[in-house]
Nanobody, 115 residues
Framework: VQLVESGGGLVQAGGSLRLSCAAS????????MGWYRQAPGKQRELVAA???????NYADSVKGRFTISRDNAKSMVYLQMNSLKPEDTAVYYC??????????WGQGTQVTVSS
Protein backbone atom coordinates (compact mmCIF):
# COMPACT_ATOMS: atom_id res chain seq x y z
CA VAL A 1 0.00 0.00 0.00
CA GLN A 2 1.32 3.42 -0.94
CA LEU A 3 -0.12 6.76 0.09
CA VAL A 4 1.02 9.96 -1.58
CA GLU A 5 0.05 13.35 -0.21
CA SER A 6 0.01 16.59 -2.16
CA GLY A 7 -1.36 20.10 -1.92
CA GLY A 8 0.71 21.52 0.89
CA GLY A 9 2.38 24.89 0.69
CA LEU A 10 2.69 28.37 2.12
CA VAL A 11 -0.45 30.37 2.76
CA GLN A 12 -1.35 33.47 4.72
CA ALA A 13 -3.50 33.27 7.82
CA GLY A 14 -7.16 33.14 6.86
CA GLY A 15 -6.40 31.38 3.61
CA SER A 16 -7.29 27.91 2.38
CA LEU A 17 -5.53 24.81 1.14
CA ARG A 18 -6.77 21.45 -0.08
CA LEU A 19 -4.67 18.41 0.66
CA SER A 20 -5.00 15.25 -1.39
CA CYS A 21 -3.98 11.70 -0.58
CA ALA A 22 -3.75 9.18 -3.40
CA ALA A 23 -3.87 5.53 -2.38
CA SER A 24 -2.47 2.68 -4.43
CA UNK A 25 -5.35 0.44 -3.35
CA UNK A 26 -9.11 0.70 -3.37
CA UNK A 27 -10.04 2.48 -0.17
CA UNK A 28 -13.74 1.81 0.28
CA UNK A 29 -13.19 -1.48 2.14
CA UNK A 30 -10.71 -0.24 4.71
CA UNK A 31 -11.50 0.60 8.30
CA UNK A 32 -10.63 4.28 8.17
CA MET A 33 -8.49 6.91 6.57
CA GLY A 34 -7.28 9.98 8.29
CA TRP A 35 -5.12 13.06 8.29
CA TYR A 36 -2.58 13.63 11.03
CA ARG A 37 -0.14 16.45 11.58
CA GLN A 38 3.10 16.98 13.39
CA ALA A 39 4.51 20.37 14.25
CA PRO A 40 8.17 20.83 15.25
CA GLY A 41 8.76 19.64 18.79
CA LYS A 42 5.26 18.22 19.12
CA GLN A 43 3.70 14.81 18.90
CA ARG A 44 1.81 13.69 15.84
CA GLU A 45 -1.90 14.32 16.31
CA LEU A 46 -5.11 13.33 14.61
CA VAL A 47 -6.65 16.11 12.54
CA ALA A 48 -9.57 14.35 10.87
CA ALA A 49 -10.66 10.83 10.03
CA UNK A 50 -13.31 9.19 7.88
CA UNK A 51 -14.45 5.66 8.60
CA UNK A 52 -15.64 3.00 6.20
CA UNK A 53 -19.30 3.86 6.78
CA UNK A 54 -18.68 7.50 5.98
CA UNK A 55 -18.69 8.94 9.47
CA UNK A 56 -16.14 11.61 10.27
CA ASN A 57 -14.19 12.71 13.31
CA TYR A 58 -12.31 15.97 13.83
CA ALA A 59 -9.90 17.40 16.34
CA ASP A 60 -11.56 20.16 18.34
CA SER A 61 -9.00 22.64 17.06
CA VAL A 62 -10.12 22.24 13.43
CA LYS A 63 -13.86 21.69 13.78
CA GLY A 64 -15.79 24.05 11.56
CA ARG A 65 -12.69 24.91 9.52
CA PHE A 66 -11.50 21.62 8.04
CA THR A 67 -13.46 19.04 6.08
CA ILE A 68 -12.36 15.51 5.24
CA SER A 69 -13.83 13.72 2.26
CA ARG A 70 -13.08 10.78 0.02
CA ASP A 71 -13.64 9.63 -3.52
CA ASN A 72 -13.77 5.84 -3.48
CA ALA A 73 -13.74 5.56 -7.25
CA LYS A 74 -10.47 7.49 -7.45
CA SER A 75 -9.00 6.08 -4.20
CA MET A 76 -8.49 9.63 -2.98
CA VAL A 77 -8.95 11.29 0.38
CA TYR A 78 -9.04 15.07 0.74
CA LEU A 79 -8.67 17.59 3.51
CA GLN A 80 -10.16 20.99 2.78
CA MET A 81 -8.63 23.50 5.16
CA ASN A 82 -10.21 26.93 5.51
CA SER A 83 -9.55 29.86 7.82
CA LEU A 84 -6.02 28.63 8.37
CA LYS A 85 -4.12 29.80 11.40
CA PRO A 86 -0.36 29.93 12.09
CA GLU A 87 -0.85 27.15 14.62
CA ASP A 88 -1.97 24.87 11.79
CA THR A 89 1.60 24.89 10.51
CA ALA A 90 2.86 21.31 10.45
CA VAL A 91 3.68 18.35 8.27
CA TYR A 92 0.41 16.68 7.36
CA TYR A 93 0.30 12.92 6.91
CA CYS A 94 -2.29 10.63 5.38
CA UNK A 95 -2.97 7.34 7.17
CA UNK A 96 -4.89 4.23 6.21
CA UNK A 97 -6.16 1.76 8.83
CA UNK A 98 -7.08 -1.77 7.90
CA UNK A 99 -9.46 -4.16 9.65
CA UNK A 100 -6.42 -6.38 10.26
CA UNK A 101 -5.05 -3.80 12.73
CA UNK A 102 -2.27 -2.66 10.43
CA UNK A 103 -1.78 0.86 9.19
CA UNK A 104 0.04 2.71 6.44
CA TRP A 105 1.39 6.25 6.27
CA GLY A 106 2.26 8.65 3.51
CA GLN A 107 5.46 10.66 3.39
CA GLY A 108 3.82 13.89 4.49
CA THR A 109 3.30 17.33 3.00
CA GLN A 110 4.34 20.60 4.60
CA VAL A 111 1.74 23.23 5.40
CA THR A 112 3.02 26.62 6.51
CA VAL A 113 0.65 29.38 7.57
CA SER A 114 2.16 32.84 7.89
CA SER A 115 0.73 35.48 10.19
Amino acid sequence: VQLVESGGGLVQAGGSLRLSCAASVRIFSFKAMGWYRQAPGKQRELVAAIISGGGTNYADSVKGRFTISRDNAKSMVYLQMNSLKPEDTAVYYCKLDTWAQSDYWGQGTQVTVSS
